[in-house]
């Protein structure tokens, strides 16, 4: 009876294992026709061999062909792996993350940079083109025999362009210009014709009495100094007063001159500013603070110059050049 047994489980094993590729391949022997002796390829693991090691062999156990059910102990061990290595990934996600955040961050700094680089840019070749241009008008107009300062050209330029731009020159055919780097035994002050180049007028002018003597060397916003005023001014209206035709000057050089008008600053007539004065004591006379003029040719150049164009005192006080807001507008 154990002989009988033996045999059929060796005969039920072989039946397994020959049709294990069809089960594997999901067909059986009756699927389409299917018949081991209408085979005509050769079955490498289908040998007498094999076949033999399994049947000889009792202890070996046919496994099913379907798949098993995961226990819930393996599905817990791998979700504390899956876990695992999500963790482990995430400080690579949040570095990754970072990149791009610190790239997005650098490029919208330099987004920002970007106009005021921009506009630095244009300010600059803006710049070197007034100079230029005045660099041009000083020679044409043959500027420096005239015994212009080429500086004073140059900045009185530079300060006429950014207030034209601004919009506060409304009589723009004009540009006058006291170069006060001269003695004031010098014809000094330059009345220049913009619109066709060409110098107007040119004549002494008197400085304040507390800027100096022959020269002017101290200048001062401040009420009472009795000091000129460095910078650029806007022409006003005319008046008549205790000089004759006057006209009203608008600082517009802010710290420098901007208390022009409380000061009552003006442009006017004096005899103490004529060739004559000069002659008799040896200097041009001082003024309290008041660009004044040889009373006999006062009145032309105030109606020249009257009605909003640009005058500008020079001188080379470095701080003044340095800061003006006018000059660097």
Known sequence: MRLLTN???KAALSSM???APAM???TTPSDAGYNLRHKTGAISYFTSSVIKKFVDRPTVVAMRAVPIAVDAPYSAISSVVASATAS????AAVATMAVPAAAATAAATAAAAAPAASAADAKAAELKMVIRQAAMIYTAMDLQ????DPKAFEYAWRGYHNLVKKGLVHKRAVLSICDFSQSSRNR???VIDVQHRKLLYRTFVAHGQNSGDEYASEFSNEPDSYKSSLGFYITQKTYVGRNGLSLRLNGVDPGYN???MKRQIVLHGSSYASERYMEDYGNLGTSLGCPALPSEFSGRIIRAVKDGSCLFIYHPTQQYLDNSTVLHG
């Not at 025999?145 to 212009?148: N, P, R």
Request: charged residues 15%; hydrophobic residues 50%.
């Open 7 to 9: 045999l059929l489980s």
């Open 17 to 19: 294992i020959l049709t």
């Open 24 to 26: 594997m391949s999901g």
């Open 88 to 91: 482990a990934a995430a400080p």
């Open 145 to 148: 025999d005239c015994g212009l």
């Open 188 to 190: 000094r002050m330059y």
């Open 258 to 260: 901007d208390m022009a």
